[in-house]
Every structure is written in structure tokens, then in C-alpha cells.
Nanobody, 119 residues
Framework: QVQLVESGGGLVQPGGSLRLSCAAS????????MGWYRQAPGKQRELVAA???????NYKDSVKGRFTISRDNAKNTVSLQMNSLKPEDTAVYYC?????????????WGQGTQVTVSS
């Protein structure tokens, strides 16, 4: 089965940067939408950024201009560059791979990596 493993989280001061990486153990086809979600304590998991196989992206409004998602299908990886971090970015960040049609659906999640933005 496909496994997703995140890395790169940690503690950073406001205004700092982090780069999250997600490695897939199996092949991720271009038809999969790759994304980063986050969940803060007491809140619902929310989409942060997503990218289709052809490069189309979608970002949560509050991270536009600060975060950049990228993917390398040949390496089965997806990354999230996070700049100008704010305390409200603090959350567990999860890598996600999703493929859905009328006939079949696949959805994979990583274990999560903690990002804490605090001075």
C-alpha cells in the first residue's frame, strides 16, 4: 500500500520559514491530487495547499503569498515551503494523496508533523 511520511516540522519564530516534505512509498500517479492539510487543537482539519498532476494549485486564502506547494512525480514527493510564518500557522500538518472517480476512490494520509510558530 501507499504510505506517506512527512518531515521538516519543528519550532520556529514568527516570520521564520520551514520546508515540509512528504515522501510516498509507492508511485503517485499524476491523476492524484496532492495536498497539505493542517489541524490545530480543537479545530477541524483544513486544506492548506493542493496541487494537481498538471500543476494547478489551490491555497487557503490566509497562506497565499507565503506558502508554496510543489511536487515531483518522478520522486514521489510533495513539499510545502512556508515563509513568513505566523503563530496561527501552528498545527499538525498532514500530507494527503487523493484520487477519485465515479467508480473508485483512493485517499492516503501521512502521520503528520508538528509545526509550532512561537516567540
Amino acid at each position: 500500500q501507499v504510505q506517506l511520511v512527512e518531515s521538516g516540522g519543528g519550532l520556529v519564530q514568527p516570520g521564520g520559514s520551514l520546508r515540509l516534505s512528504c515522501a510516498a512509498s509507492g508511485n503517485i500517479f499524476t491523476a492524484y491530487v496532492m495536498g497539505w492539510y493542517r489541524q490545530a487543537p480543537g479545530k477541524q482539519r483544513e486544506l492548506v495547499a493542493a496541487m494537481t498532476g498538471d500543476g494547478s494549485t489551490n491555497y487557503k486564502d490566509s497562506v497565499k503569498g507565503r506558502f508554496t506547494i510543489s511536487r515531483d512525480n518522478a520522486k514521489n514527493t510533495v513539499s510545502l515551503q512556508m515563509n513568513s510564518l505566523k503563530p496561527e500557522d501552528t498545527a499538525v500538518y498532514y500530507c494527503n494523496a487523493n484520487f477519485a472517480t465515479a467508480l473508485i476512490k483512493y485517499n492516503y494520509w501521512g502521520q503528520g508533523t508538528q509545526v509550532t510558530v512561537s516567540s
